[in-house]
């Protein structure tokens, strides 16, 4: 659990420019497989915000006449069963998939916050209600969920992020309802509303900054697994469907199809799913590490721990200077 | 210490548990599996391939019942078939009676299509189509002959000494006329879920059927005929429907268990019988050993040759073509011609058979609303500016066929199909690939500039909708891709509820389907919901009279009809695909049947025999 | 503890109305017919001529449409509460209880394999990253969990059962062998589905390791044992993961839903007859008894073991046994 004082994040605020080159060069220096990450989320948003002036053809202009040709210098990644270019796909799917990751993620993030500070904060019987409904929700296989969800919405884009988003949303917000219980539940709070402060003013001044973290948390880690997700729907006929340039949907349609003739149909797509996955899941662990004061390095790695064992191995050298 | 020794155990698992899963390798090089993979077309003669194992004796060879010496079957063995869905339950009156594929195996019909007359024998029929009843090459099975008295009645003759399956509480008793009353009776009476296929009684629509076609009596006149009455519209279809589509059953059967949804009730005259079931998984017949029936090829020799037969369900593609790469299946139907070239390149010791995809796709419009569509020249537009060459190569690989509507052009219809090249000018320039034509066609019809539409369709039609979409394009129509879930488009399709267009196929098999969606009488295949006066009158006059027994009537009507119905161009044809089925070198006597007769798919392994010896040298494996 | 534990059976109650008011609804208004299916399937045989009038009203008397929605859903409800009927799938007309115990099995003992292969391979990675943080070796061990989340298993499951077919002739099993039959065959297939299965899952575990052994390294009785002079893999293991494992045992606990629904993908490509597959089929089919009663039935066992887990951590903390 996260706690931050509220002074200390003003303090960190109110330079705020410092505070984020601070944590770059914390990043950089501390975690270099979190800085890859955070590169490679980096190229990845920007091929799919660009991706109109970086793909070489549109991503559905088909061309009987160069059906599933092999990479050349015309179709640099090859060609699909119906001639489109297979990089203009990967970059436009790119977008799509931000679309997804961001979109989903957004709304798990922001659902969790909703749900999560309002149980919390206003507890008793209304927490008590909530909860057993977000109970009912998470006991649920998230798979017959999404399954269920979108056989009743029907397959599209807006219809997959609002799917993954509202079911993720719902289950995230135990993750929020705790961090407010537990500073709600701080003794300053109560002396704070007894100089009459409002509820509103105490959820943004006080509240919302000790959630602040989690909500990075719950966004991050949720955007690898909403990217997977909407790949596994498509293998099982619920997802975006085509012609979307969709990774996963290019992945388990025409890639698994075409696999044996034209392995280039597959191999992309499934490079370019896994690496952005991999480079948005190590980007979060170490945005958590950092954000997490108590999983903080700090002196020597490992506080207390790492203080000792690095007093140890002194010792052991030492004791190895005087015996030669 | 301790960590070693959970270490070691675990490892020990591990190693334990990999061994187990895994199965000897199949091997293909092994010498002697010269057995060339054949290919044999619905309509060219089939060779038996000789086989020329190094070493091994020479098979003992025998006269078959054309003349022809073959080698003389084995008995023995188990074929493995597989699907991707389970059957649906087990009680016909549940859904229909083709659908539950075990009966075909475990009961019998009064009539079965004559294997003799398939590709295996004299290749007359390709006994690809489970749906077109070819009186021509019937036989009779439980009866051994019918006739027609008047124009209301029909008499069957039962056969004589045929047994159930030793079964309790049947026992193995004799079959008789009773049982024939009962099962057509409890077919007719009791209306399952669906009520049931015969368009009698209360599911009866009267805009398409306006007689009740139940039967008016079916009576037992003594132990082996039964007289069936019936109302003299219905003759014809019901003629087609209970002698050739309902399966004996024992009654003692039905009053055990109530109904037929338990498998453990499945019991009938057939060649196997039903000994387990694991749903979703596998379903395991074994023979039948009090089997009435000979051969109809090889003289004196009983059915079936296999000892048993399984059939497992394996929903993903994939894993069914590893499986029968690996020789764990026998069979494999409805390939995709990319899957079958990389399946015949690990083992070209395959068999495969090619054939059309039985219902052709192409795009349907509403014609009775307001849209660009209606009028003729946009549609001629529309068809013209499809090259379809080029998708049938670029796309399909050249394993397409471009004309396939509304006659599929397989052996049993070819008295009614007439190729393209012998059509009327309109009908082969409405094929051919004109994109000047077509914007001219579309100017003069009012859209010089295009317009805006949209085509309903589900996943698997966007790819060949996509390449449509382009063409169009170039001619200024442009389309969006509704893209709907399946069953939400079936919903769809069986209304023809589309807002625009509608992409669909039309099973084209059964060949009074021209009849089905031309009427306006009939909506079900009316995707369009085009109307035409002289269509109407000419169905009444000339097709629907000769249903019942004018068959080589009927089939010319229909052949003259067609160019009158191709010119109104109702519907925009698209390429339709052809598939294959894949089967293992072992399995001989066979040519690819799927259904001996109508409504029999899936029936070829009471005919085929297996040569386990070449199975093992393959597989490793029994 | 008594207080504890019956406070907490006595909320599965609400959370247990929630859940069938959701799995009712979910079913319920999924659009598409179910007729219009069954006779597309006819069609596809071309044994219906088109000819059939669907008897609208009676199918809705027999699916219990032709009620209101609130009495369809007492009756559904009364129906599995009281009676333990689950009803009967639309389609083959079996009561779904014979299809639910014959599929249960294979998904629970999948998801269980999965789940310890799982722990095997998250726990040690989790607890080395956790002591060497940002080493090469926590690296490498992250990299390793994070990849088996990165790569969809459906794609994994399809290179398992392709590419040895065609370079080996060899294949995994196609066909279910159950686990009376032959014990050995049985553990054999699933190991494989297990495995990819256990690899996607393996890095939320290792993730939760990792985090809780970090936590709980910086605590005070972590310096006291090591004031008492014991070696690190006694500090490590013996006190500060036995304190971590407390939460971690509730996080399995949370990992069950998402395992069972992972396993719909396995049974799909491995044509292994469980659960997952029966819910895909049935909402392809639009079968809606069977889609309801599946996930209740999954929602209902996953609460079952979430209620479990959460008593034996208030066993095992002696700050909640105690009180």
Same mark, same amino acid.
């Given at each position: 659990m996260v706690e931050l004082d509220a002074r200390s994040l003003e303090k960190a605020l109110s330079g705020r420019r410092s505070a984020v080159a601070d944590f770059i060069k914390r990043l950089t220096k501390e975690k270099s497989m979190g800085t890859v990450g955070g590169v490679i989320v980096l190229l990845f948003l920007f091929v799919g915000i660009f991706a109109n002036f970086l793909a070489p053809y549109g991503y559905n202009e088909t061309n009987m006449l160069a059906v599933l040709a092999a990479p050349s210098g015309k179709f640099i990644l090859g060609t699909d069963q119906l001639g489109r270019d297979m990089l203009s796909r990967i970059i436009y799917g790119a977008r799509i998939s931000m679309y997804v990751g961001v979109g989903a993620s957004a709304l798990d993030a922001g659902l969790a916050t909703i749900i999560g500070i309002v149980s919390g904060y206003f507890g008793g019987k209304f927490d008590l209600v909530i909860q057993r409904f977000v109970d009912a929700v998470i006991v649920f296989p998230n798979l017959f969920f999404y399954l269920s969800v979108m056989a009743l919405l029907g397959p599209g884009l807006v219809q997959v992020i609002f799917c993954l988003g509202i079911l993720n949303g719902i289950g995230s917000s135990r993750l929020i309802r705790s961090a407010v219980m537990a500073t709600r539940n701080n003794v300053y709070i109560d002396a704070i509303r007894s100089i009459g402060s409002s509820n509103p003013r105490i959820l943004f001044r006080h509240i919302l900054p000790n959630v602040l973290a989690p909500i990075i948390i719950i966004f991050t880690i949720s955007m690898g697994g909403v990217i997977i997700a909407e790949a596994s729907l498509s293998f099982l006929g619920m997802g975006i469907p085509p012609p979307t340039p969709s990774w996963g949907g290019m992945l388990s349609g025409a890639g698994r199809q075409y696999m044996m003739k034209a392995p280039w149909l597959v191999i992309w797509p499934g490079l370019a799913l896994s690496l952005v996955v991999y480079g948005i899941n190590m980007f979060g662990d170490a945005l958590r590490d950092l954000l997490d004061p108590r999983l903080r390095g700090g002196v020597g790695g490992l506080g207390e721990y790492g203080a000792i064992k690095a007093m140890k191995a002194r010792e052991k050298k030492q004791k190895a200077k005087i015996t030669e | 210490m301790k960590k070693v020794v959970w270490l070691a155990i675990t490892a020990l698992l591990v190693a334990v548990t990999l061994a187990a899963s895994c199965q000897p390798a199949t091997s *293909? *090089?092994?010498? @002697? *599996? *010269?057995?060339q993979g054949k290919e044999t077309g619905g309509q060219t003669a089939t060779t038996t391939a000789a086989k020329t194992t190094a070493g091994a004796a020479q098979p003992e060879m025998i006269k078959d019942v054309l003349g022809r010496t073959v080698p003389k079957p084995q008995y023995g063995g188990i074929l493995t078939v597989c699907s991707a869905a389970d059957q649906v339950g087990f009680d016909t009156l549940n859904i229909d009676q083709a659908s539950v594929w075990s009966m075909h195996l475990t009961n019998e019909k009064l009539g079965v299509g004559d294997w003799v007359a398939g590709p295996t024998g004299k290749n007359e029929v390709s006994w690809l189509l489970p749906g077109i009843w070819d009186i021509p090459h019937e036989t009779g099975l439980l009866a051994e002959k019918w006739e027609v008295q008047g124009t209301d009645t029909v008499i069957f003759y039962i056969r004589k000494g045929i047994r159930f399956q $030793?079964? %309790? %509480?049947? $026992? @193995?008793r004799e079959m008789n006329a009773d049982d024939v009353v009962y099962s057509i009776t409890r077919a007719f009476t009791q209306g399952g879920f669906l009520g049931n296929s015969y368009s009698a009684g209360k599911t009866r629509d009267p805009a398409v059927t306006p007689h009740d076609i139940s039967p008016l009596s079916i009576v037992a006149k003594d132990k082996y005929t039964v007289v069936i009455k019936c109302p003299v519209e219905s003759l014809g279809s019901l003629i087609q429907n209970f002698d050739v589509a309902i399966r004996i059953i024992p009654k003692e059967m039905v009053d055990q268990y109530k109904d037929l949804t338990d498998w453990k009730a499945a019991c009938g005259t057939g060649p196997f019988m039903l000994t387990d079931y694991v749903a979703g998984s596998s379903m395991t017949f074994k023979k039948n050993l009090d089997y009435w029936r000979d051969h109809p090829l090889y003289p004196g020799m009983k059915m079936p040759f296999l000892d048993g037969l399984r059939r497992l369900i394996i929903p993903d593609v994939s894993t069914q073509s590893a499986a029968i790469r690996t020789g764990k299946i026998d069979e494999m139907r409805d390939v995709n011609p990319v899957d079958v070239e990389s399946i015949i390149k690990t083992r070209p010791d395959l068999n495969k058979l090619r054939y059309l995809v039985f219902s052709g796709p192409g795009i349907w419009f509403r014609l009775d609303k307001d849209m660009p569509e209606k009028n003729l020249n946009v549609r001629r537009a529309l068809s013209m500016a499809i090259d379809r060459d080029a998708i049938i190569k670029g796309y399909y690989n050249g394993e397409?066929?471009?004309?396939?509507? %509304?006659?599929? %052009?397989v052996g049993e219809l070819s008295n009614i199909f007439t190729p393209l090249n012998q059509m009327p000018k309109t009908v082969q320039d409405n094929y051919t690939y004109n994109v000047d034509a077509a914007k001219k066609l579309l100017a003069d019809a009012g859209f010089p500039s295009g317009f805006k539409g949209k085509i309903t369709c589900y996943q698997p039609q966007v790819d060949v909708l996509s390449l449509v979409k382009d063409y169009w394009a170039k001619i200024g129509v442009q389309v969006d891709l509704d893209v709907r879930e399946t069953t939400v488009w079936q919903t769809i399709q069986r209304t023809s509820a589309q807002d625009d267009m509608l992409m669909t196929s039309i099973t084209n098999i059964y060949y009074t389907t021209p009849l089905a969606y031309v009427s306006s009488q009939i909506p079900t295949y009316n995707h369009s919901h085009g109307v035409d006066d002289y269509i109407d009158k000419y169905v009444n006059d000339k097709i629907t009279p000769n249903q019942t027994f004018n068959d080589a009537e009927l089939r010319a009507n229909l052949k003259a009809l067609v160019p009158y119905l191709l010119d109104l161009v109702w519907m925009v044809e698209l390429p339709t695909p052809y598939q294959y089925a894949v089967w293992q070198p072992w399995v001989k006597g066979f040519n690819g049947e799927y259904s001996v007769g109508r409504g029999n798919h899936g029936d070829a392994g009471m005919y085929v025999w297996m040569d386990t010896a070449l199975k093992s040298k393959v597989t490793g494996q029994q | 503890m008594t207080g504890y534990l019956i406070r907490r059976i006595v909320l599965i109650i609400p959370t247990l109305f929630f859940v069938t008011v959701l799995v009712f609804s979910l079913a319920r208004f999924i659009p598409g017919s179910v007729i219009d299916r069954m006779v597309s399937e006819m069609a596809g045989y071309g044994i219906a001529q088109g000819g059939e009038k669907i008897d609208e009203a009676a199918i809705r008397h027999e699916l219990g449409m032709d009620v209101p929605i609130y009495s369809q859903y007492g009756r559904w409800v009364g129906a599995i509460f009281i009676h333990g009927d689950f009803g009967r799938s639309l389609w083959t007309r079996r009561p779904l209880i014979t299809d639910l115990r014959a599929r249960y099995p294979v998904t629970f003992e999948l998801s269980l394999m999965a789940l310890i292969i799982s722990v095997i391979v998250a726990l040690p990675i989790g607890i080395y990253s956790a002591v060497r943080q940002d080493t090469v070796g926590d690296y490498v061990g992250r990299s390793f969990a994070i990849a088996g989340l990165s790569i969809p298993n459906f794609w994994v499951g399809t290179m398992v059962m392709v590419i040895p077919a065609v370079i080996w002739g060899w294949s995994p099993p196609v066909e279910y062998i159950q686990l009376a039959k032959d014990p050995l065959g049985n553990l054999g297939q699933f190991l494989l589905p297990a495995t990819i299965m256990g690899m996607s899952t393996s890095a939320g575990m290792m993730r939760m390791t990792r985090t809780m052994m970090l936590e709980v390294l910086r605590n005070d009785y972590v310096r006291t044992a090591w004031s008492k002079g014991l070696t690190e893999r006694m500090v490590v293991l013996r006190h500060a993961f036995k304190n971590a494992s407390i939460p971690l045992i509730t996080m399995l606990g949370g990992r069950i839903p998402g395992l069972l629904a992972g396993s719909v993908i396995m049974e799909q490509i491995f044509a292994l007859p469980g659960m997952g597959r029966l819910m895909l089929d049935a909402i392809n089919t639009r079968d809606y008894p069977v889609i309801s009663g599946v996930n209740l039935v999954m929602a209902a066992l996953t609460l079952v073991c979430i209620l479990i887990t959460d008593i034996s951590y208030a066993y095992v903390d002696p700050r909640i046994r105690y009180r």
């Amino acid at each position: 659990m996260v706690e931050l004082d509220a002074r200390s994040l003003e303090k960190a605020l109110s330079g705020r420019r410092s505070a984020v080159a601070d944590f770059i060069k914390r990043l950089t220096k501390e975690k270099s497989m979190g800085t890859v990450g955070g590169v490679i989320v980096l190229l990845f948003l920007f091929v799919g915000i660009f991706a109109n002036f970086l793909a070489p053809y549109g991503y559905n202009e088909t061309n009987m006449l160069a059906v599933l040709a092999a990479p050349s210098g015309k179709f640099i990644l090859g060609t699909d069963q119906l001639g489109r270019d297979m990089l203009s796909r990967i970059i436009y799917g790119a977008r799509i998939s931000m679309y997804v990751g961001v979109g989903a993620s957004a709304l798990d993030a922001g659902l969790a916050t909703i749900i999560g500070i309002v149980s919390g904060y206003f507890g008793g019987k209304f927490d008590l209600v909530i909860q057993r409904f977000v109970d009912a929700v998470i006991v649920f296989p998230n798979l017959f969920f999404y399954l269920s969800v979108m056989a009743l919405l029907g397959p599209g884009l807006v219809q997959v992020i609002f799917c993954l988003g509202i079911l993720n949303g719902i289950g995230s917000s135990r993750l929020i309802r705790s961090a407010v219980m537990a500073t709600r539940n701080n003794v300053y709070i109560d002396a704070i509303r007894s100089i009459g402060s409002s509820n509103p003013r105490i959820l943004f001044r006080h509240i919302l900054p000790n959630v602040l973290a989690p909500i990075i948390i719950i966004f991050t880690i949720s955007m690898g697994g909403v990217i997977i997700a909407e790949a596994s729907l498509s293998f099982l006929g619920m997802g975006i469907p085509p012609p979307t340039p969709s990774w996963g949907g290019m992945l388990s349609g025409a890639g698994r199809q075409y696999m044996m003739k034209a392995p280039w149909l597959v191999i992309w797509p499934g490079l370019a799913l896994s690496l952005v996955v991999y480079g948005i899941n190590m980007f979060g662990d170490a945005l958590r590490d950092l954000l997490d004061p108590r999983l903080r390095g700090g002196v020597g790695g490992l506080g207390e721990y790492g203080a000792i064992k690095a007093m140890k191995a002194r010792e052991k050298k030492q004791k190895a200077k005087i015996t030669e | 210490m301790k960590k070693v020794v959970w270490l070691a155990i675990t490892a020990l698992l591990v190693a334990v548990t990999l061994a187990a899963s895994c199965q000897p390798a199949t091997s *293909t *090089t092994s010498q @002697g *599996t *010269t057995v060339q993979g054949k290919e044999t077309g619905g309509q060219t003669a089939t060779t038996t391939a000789a086989k020329t194992t190094a070493g091994a004796a020479q098979p003992e060879m025998i006269k078959d019942v054309l003349g022809r010496t073959v080698p003389k079957p084995q008995y023995g063995g188990i074929l493995t078939v597989c699907s991707a869905a389970d059957q649906v339950g087990f009680d016909t009156l549940n859904i229909d009676q083709a659908s539950v594929w075990s009966m075909h195996l475990t009961n019998e019909k009064l009539g079965v299509g004559d294997w003799v007359a398939g590709p295996t024998g004299k290749n007359e029929v390709s006994w690809l189509l489970p749906g077109i009843w070819d009186i021509p090459h019937e036989t009779g099975l439980l009866a051994e002959k019918w006739e027609v008295q008047g124009t209301d009645t029909v008499i069957f003759y039962i056969r004589k000494g045929i047994r159930f399956q $030793n079964k %309790p %509480p049947v $026992n @193995g008793r004799e079959m008789n006329a009773d049982d024939v009353v009962y099962s057509i009776t409890r077919a007719f009476t009791q209306g399952g879920f669906l009520g049931n296929s015969y368009s009698a009684g209360k599911t009866r629509d009267p805009a398409v059927t306006p007689h009740d076609i139940s039967p008016l009596s079916i009576v037992a006149k003594d132990k082996y005929t039964v007289v069936i009455k019936c109302p003299v519209e219905s003759l014809g279809s019901l003629i087609q429907n209970f002698d050739v589509a309902i399966r004996i059953i024992p009654k003692e059967m039905v009053d055990q268990y109530k109904d037929l949804t338990d498998w453990k009730a499945a019991c009938g005259t057939g060649p196997f019988m039903l000994t387990d079931y694991v749903a979703g998984s596998s379903m395991t017949f074994k023979k039948n050993l009090d089997y009435w029936r000979d051969h109809p090829l090889y003289p004196g020799m009983k059915m079936p040759f296999l000892d048993g037969l399984r059939r497992l369900i394996i929903p993903d593609v994939s894993t069914q073509s590893a499986a029968i790469r690996t020789g764990k299946i026998d069979e494999m139907r409805d390939v995709n011609p990319v899957d079958v070239e990389s399946i015949i390149k690990t083992r070209p010791d395959l068999n495969k058979l090619r054939y059309l995809v039985f219902s052709g796709p192409g795009i349907w419009f509403r014609l009775d609303k307001d849209m660009p569509e209606k009028n003729l020249n946009v549609r001629r537009a529309l068809s013209m500016a499809i090259d379809r060459d080029a998708i049938i190569k670029g796309y399909y690989n050249g394993e397409a066929e471009k004309f396939c509507h %509304p006659i599929l %052009p397989v052996g049993e219809l070819s008295n009614i199909f007439t190729p393209l090249n012998q059509m009327p000018k309109t009908v082969q320039d409405n094929y051919t690939y004109n994109v000047d034509a077509a914007k001219k066609l579309l100017a003069d019809a009012g859209f010089p500039s295009g317009f805006k539409g949209k085509i309903t369709c589900y996943q698997p039609q966007v790819d060949v909708l996509s390449l449509v979409k382009d063409y169009w394009a170039k001619i200024g129509v442009q389309v969006d891709l509704d893209v709907r879930e399946t069953t939400v488009w079936q919903t769809i399709q069986r209304t023809s509820a589309q807002d625009d267009m509608l992409m669909t196929s039309i099973t084209n098999i059964y060949y009074t389907t021209p009849l089905a969606y031309v009427s306006s009488q009939i909506p079900t295949y009316n995707h369009s919901h085009g109307v035409d006066d002289y269509i109407d009158k000419y169905v009444n006059d000339k097709i629907t009279p000769n249903q019942t027994f004018n068959d080589a009537e009927l089939r010319a009507n229909l052949k003259a009809l067609v160019p009158y119905l191709l010119d109104l161009v109702w519907m925009v044809e698209l390429p339709t695909p052809y598939q294959y089925a894949v089967w293992q070198p072992w399995v001989k006597g066979f040519n690819g049947e799927y259904s001996v007769g109508r409504g029999n798919h899936g029936d070829a392994g009471m005919y085929v025999w297996m040569d386990t010896a070449l199975k093992s040298k393959v597989t490793g494996q029994q | 503890m008594t207080g504890y534990l019956i406070r907490r059976i006595v909320l599965i109650i609400p959370t247990l109305f929630f859940v069938t008011v959701l799995v009712f609804s979910l079913a319920r208004f999924i659009p598409g017919s179910v007729i219009d299916r069954m006779v597309s399937e006819m069609a596809g045989y071309g044994i219906a001529q088109g000819g059939e009038k669907i008897d609208e009203a009676a199918i809705r008397h027999e699916l219990g449409m032709d009620v209101p929605i609130y009495s369809q859903y007492g009756r559904w409800v009364g129906a599995i509460f009281i009676h333990g009927d689950f009803g009967r799938s639309l389609w083959t007309r079996r009561p779904l209880i014979t299809d639910l115990r014959a599929r249960y099995p294979v998904t629970f003992e999948l998801s269980l394999m999965a789940l310890i292969i799982s722990v095997i391979v998250a726990l040690p990675i989790g607890i080395y990253s956790a002591v060497r943080q940002d080493t090469v070796g926590d690296y490498v061990g992250r990299s390793f969990a994070i990849a088996g989340l990165s790569i969809p298993n459906f794609w994994v499951g399809t290179m398992v059962m392709v590419i040895p077919a065609v370079i080996w002739g060899w294949s995994p099993p196609v066909e279910y062998i159950q686990l009376a039959k032959d014990p050995l065959g049985n553990l054999g297939q699933f190991l494989l589905p297990a495995t990819i299965m256990g690899m996607s899952t393996s890095a939320g575990m290792m993730r939760m390791t990792r985090t809780m052994m970090l936590e709980v390294l910086r605590n005070d009785y972590v310096r006291t044992a090591w004031s008492k002079g014991l070696t690190e893999r006694m500090v490590v293991l013996r006190h500060a993961f036995k304190n971590a494992s407390i939460p971690l045992i509730t996080m399995l606990g949370g990992r069950i839903p998402g395992l069972l629904a992972g396993s719909v993908i396995m049974e799909q490509i491995f044509a292994l007859p469980g659960m997952g597959r029966l819910m895909l089929d049935a909402i392809n089919t639009r079968d809606y008894p069977v889609i309801s009663g599946v996930n209740l039935v999954m929602a209902a066992l996953t609460l079952v073991c979430i209620l479990i887990t959460d008593i034996s951590y208030a066993y095992v903390d002696p700050r909640i046994r105690y009180r």
